[in-house]
């Protein structure tokens, strides 16, 4: 009876906080709906299909998206895929950080960028949202930019006034033909993130 009454009002454990460092949350941002699936707004999406089918993982539906458990190195990897569509995204960011007890450090916000052009990768530890309406949202839900993303980028190869047709259009013949090797990049960094950690993964990854 003592054991457990001392088990009840002593303090946790540090380990635990070593377990919470040891998980980590990376959101894809895209759409839900089949005709979304391949536009360039949801390559966010696209890169964590590409790395659960790369190992054998399962998406379930859970509150406010899909979730799949990734397992590597001692780690512990969330892939989301919010169902909120775009414009709610910090909705769903918020209830699995809480959820989980993910630190803000631990997020991963993966996103496409009209300013880069395609293919090219950049990882940043916090910036403005860029006029995205997905980290917008996050940016407002969190109260903070100080979360690390990964900008995908999609270039800018539209005619004015018809960005929004760009965005939510398919990729076009060539993009698809280099999208695999891009997509294996990109599910590098991810692992590249929870193990070596963000400095180590922006100088490796950045601009490539």
């Known amino acids: 009876m003592l054991k457990w009454i001392n088990q009840l009002f002593l303090p946790k454990k540090t ?41 054998g993982l399962d998406f379930q539906t859970v509150k406010l998206g899909s979730l799949a458990e990734y397992k590597f190195k001692g780690r512990t990897f969330l892939l989301l895929k919010p169902n909120t569509y775009m414009n709610l995204s910090g909705k769903a960011v918020q209830y699995w950080m809480e959820k989980e007890n993910i630190p803000l450090e631990n997020i991963f916000v993966i996103t496409d960028d009209l300013n880069l052009s395609f293919g090219t990768i950049r990882v940043k530890p916090k910036g403005s949202d860029g006029g995205h309406n997905g980290l917008k949202n996050i940016n407002l839900v969190l109260n903070t930019n100080q979360y690390t993303r990964f900008r ?55 601009g490539k």
């Open 15 to 55: 380990a635990d906080k070593t377990d919470t460092m040891k998980k980590f949350l990376i959101v894809g941002l895209g759409n839900i709906g089949a005709e979304y699936v391949n536009t360039r707004h949801n390559i966010g999406f696209k890169v964590l299909d590409y790395l659960a089918r790369k190992e």
């Open 152 to 206: 995908f980028g999609i270039s800018d190869e539209f005619k004015k006034g018809r960005q929004v047709d760009y965005v939510l259009g398919e990729w076009n013949a060539a993009e698809n033909e280099a999208l695999p090797e891009r997509l294996e990049t990109a599910s590098e960094i991810i692992k590249s993130f929870g193990t070596a950690g963000l400095e180590n993964t922006m100088t490796t990854f950045n």
